[in-house]
């Protein structure tokens, strides 16, 4: 907002220039205000275009509610994939936007937000205001909205249910807000959804009783096109603890904690689908659990990444067209769990992926609780691997040193690590820990922040994949013809990666 009236002059023509081409590939990148109509709209929409004096950019759905417009029932501009904007952003409002999409403000409220960025509630507010047109409030209310049109028009959970699963204090709260969004009531919106067609991006599913005292959903969740989910899925699948995870080709599954309860998740590819998507089939023990399981899936896959213009900029380099030719839509894999993330990257220094998964597997059955059914294994926390860890760990001694250290400053507080932290914040809290370098910081930031310009120079794996596609092994020499690559030399290493694994 404060920028130069020519850049926003500029901004705005090329983003008109993208709705009038009704261009998908910005779908969720921003949204469309037309103030003559009184909706907003995905930049794809197939309705008339509208002139440039009716229409307004926004980058979040709550700046469009703010200004007194209601969703498109026609083209549902948040059935698509978010923005990439806040997963590779550091800046104070993309943090915000991680933490309220996976529920911060319905457990913490604003103050816990803030407390949680270290700032003041007022200080917040003002920069979430300036920088994305609404306050945390309104865009924690835009993101319950969100979750609630999905749930109502995907699966047939009862409409009490899908108020509380949204994150709404009461049925009242939940009617007023969708009525306001959408026009419609809950129960309406439902009806419309049974009586039309499926678009292509929407969420489909069921809702059932799982196991007792649980609710098992199966959802459709979209990517941005091109996606490489078989490719993401492989690299998760590759890494999978026994006991802890399964992998069979085509499914990957595990059980995770989520703040109100265990929940069991199976992920595979939705093959049958004209628009790239993962299949989701969940139980989870709470309701309040299901749409921060869902944004925490969609951080794990990479799903919101702005393929195309990674692809673009990467295949501009010949040593890589090839490479991404052959893999579009290639992504960096997230983390469901940082703790166990950070645990999993120390023991895997320096050994093989099949001699971390043996240590790790052993940790695991050693330490970690079961879930109730007894059918998976719950990775070690920090505080059971501080407790007892001792006594389990094999390998060098410095390397169980250090996770010893790690887990104790966990449990204590002194080191944190989840989506909030910049990449400076976690890269200057993990190297002053003796036993973790920055060939770990890097990694970590890649796999929990989703840092998109990360380039690990230092690995003998990624060097060797350089070789085989002509490029420098050198360290040196690779970091410095790999400087064209940014800002997404993140991408470019999964694609060395993936040429050093054949």
Known sequence: ???????????????????????????????????????????????VTPQRKNVSFYLTAAAAHEAGLRACKRCLPDAVPGSPEWNIREDLAARAMRLIADGVVERDGVPGLASHLGYTPRHLTRVLQAE????????ARAHRAQSARILLTSTDLPIADVAFAAGFGSIRQFNDTITAVYELTPSELRARARRLPA???????????????STAVSLRLPARAPFDGAGVLAFLGVRAITGVETWDGETYARAIRLPHGIATIALRVDSDASTPAIICDASVASLADLMPLVGRVRRLLDADADAEAIDAALAADPALAASVAAVPGIRVPGTIDPQETLFRTIVGQQV??????????????????????????????????AANGITVLRGPTRRIATILDVAQRLCDGSLSIDVSDTRDELTAALTAIPGIGPWSAGYLSMRVLGSPDVLLTSDLALRQGAARL?????????????????????????????????
Request: glycine residues 10%.
């Open 199 to 213: 678009r292509p991006g929407a969420v489909l599913g069921t809702a059932s009783t799982g196991a007792p005292g």
């Open 1 to 47: 907002m404060n920028a130069p009236s020519a850049t926003v002059d500029t901004l705005f023509e090329q983003r008109y220039r993208a709705m009038s081409s009704r261009d998908a590939r910005f779908d969720g990148q921003f949204i469309t205000g037309v103030h003559s109509t009184g909706i907003y709209c995905r930049p794809s929409c197939p309705a």
């Open 132 to 139: 994305l047109g609404a306050g945390p409030l309104a865009l």
């Open 470 to 502: 002509g490029l420098p092994a050198d360290e040196r020499e690779l970091r410095a013809r790999g400087a064209i690559w940014a800002p997404w030399s993140s991408y470019a290493s999964m694609h060395l990666w993936r040429a050093a694994a054949g």
């Open 352 to 385: 093989s992926v099949a001699s971390a998964r043996t240590s790790l597997g052993h940790l695991a059955e050693a330490l970690g609780e079961r879930t109730p059914d007894g059918a998976w294994i719950l990775f070690p926390t920090a505080e059971q691997i």
